[in-house]
Structure formats: structure tokens, C-alpha cells
């Protein structure tokens, strides 16, 4: 099905800028030991969507790179937040990512699953990148900050995708850019969806 002609006109970056800034303001859940993964896992494995991202640290030299430290997963209660370095999440990840009636929704996911499978071997199903799916419907910019201006009117922030997404304790700016990017991915899936398009 055809976007509709509303959505295929550029969108200029004065008109992103105009837009109210939108972050996530719900519940976040830290996972950083095996005591708190029951209740995330709980809730995640009771979806049916769940927005999901990975963060990496930066390189700042040539030929150097990280692999993911972070992975977001965002349901309709809550975002949890797994913190790779803190702990070995590969079993509860790989059983949320090969889960069949669970779509995982994010925007450049496949290049997060790529790099993920560095870390732990999974099988992936039921993954929606929303990115390739807006190019596949015309759109020539296909970043997360522009799908929620485009499809949801609001606006990103990006302020922190720099920081250390290593470091033990991450800073309440960092929980909150992370928690709105798996939130923003969940919201555009399910806008998507009730375009007839995803």
C-alpha cells in the first residue's frame, strides 16, 4: 500500500526545528544484574511489539570501533535497559530477538543485529527496520529523528549519542536518550501499522 501524499513531501530542517521536543517520560528499568532481569523479561515476552536499539560506544580514530553496550528494548509499560558490560544478557536478548509473535521495531536495526551477533549467536525474526521500510515506500531520509517528525510531530532530542554508553553508571541524560529511542521506534511501528504500511 502507497504512503499517503502527505508523507512523501521533504520535510526541512526548520520544520524538524519547530516541532515540540518529545522524550520519553515513562518507566525505565536498568538491567545491570541477573536479579533484575524476571520482571523485564516478564513484560517483554508479553508483547506483541517492543521498540528496540542498540548504543556503542564512539570511535573517535580511524580504524577503531566498539562493539554494542547497551541495548534498549521498549514495551507498552516500560524501557528496559540492558546493560551488555554489566552482565552476560545473551540468552534473555537471543530469546527476545528469535521470538516469532514479538516484532522488534527499530530504525537501522539490521546493522544493530549485525553487530550484535559479534557478541552472541541468535536467530532474528519478526524484525521491522523502519528505516528500510521508509525507503522502501519513497522516503529518501529515513533516520529516526526525522520518521518522528514526519509520522509523529514531535521532535528528538540528540544530545547524547557521544557518550560513554560503557561507563558503569550511566548518566539520567543517557537513560533518558536511550529510553526514547526504543520508545520513539515502538511509536513509529505502531503509526506505521495503523498506516497499513508496516
Not at 13 to 19: D, K, S, T, V, W
Not at 143 to 159: C, D, E, N, T
Not at 180 to 190: H, Q
Request: aromatic share 8%; net charge neutral; proline share 5%.
Amino acid at each position: 500500500m502507497p504512503l499517503p501524499a502527505e508523507f512523501l513531501r521533504a520535510m526541512s530542517r526548520e520544520e524538524i526545528n519547530e516541532l515540540p521536543i518529545r522524550r520519553y517520560e515513562g518507566a525505565v528499568r536498568l538491567v545491570a544484574s541477573a536479579q533484575d532481569l524476571e520482571p523485564a523479561m516478564a513484560d517483554l515476552l508479553g508483547e506483541t511489539v517492543i521498540g528496540f536499539d542498540t548504543e556503542t560506544r564512539p570511535a573517535f580514530r580511524v580504524g577503531e570501533s566498539y562493539l554494542p553496550c547497551l541495548a534498549q528494548a521498549a514495551s507498552a509499560r516500560e524501557v528496559v535497559l540492558f546493560q551488555l558490560a554489566r552482565a552476560d544478557f545473551s540468552a534473555p536478548l537471543a530469546e527476545i530477538l528469535s521470538a516469532e509473535g514479538i516484532v522488534k521495531a527499530g530504525v537501522g536495526l539490521e546493522d544493530d543485529l549485525r553487530q550484535m551477533k559479534k557478541l552472541f549467536p541468535f536467530e532474528q525474526n519478526a524484525i521491522a527496520d523502519l528505516g528500510a521500510l521508509a525507503r522502501s515506500h519513497g522516503l529518501k531520509q529515513s533516520g529516526v529523528r526525522y520518521l518522528a517528525a514526519l509520522f509523529l510531530g514531535i521532535r528528538i532530542p540528540k544530545g547524547t549519542k557521544t557518550s560513554n554508553w560503557a561507563a558503569r553508571r550511566l548518566s539520567p541524560q543517557q537513560v533518558a536518550y536511550a529510553a526514547t529511542d526504543a520508545w520513539v521506534c515502538r511509536e513509529l511501528y505502531l503509526r506505521l501499522r495503523d498506516l497499513g504500511i508496516a
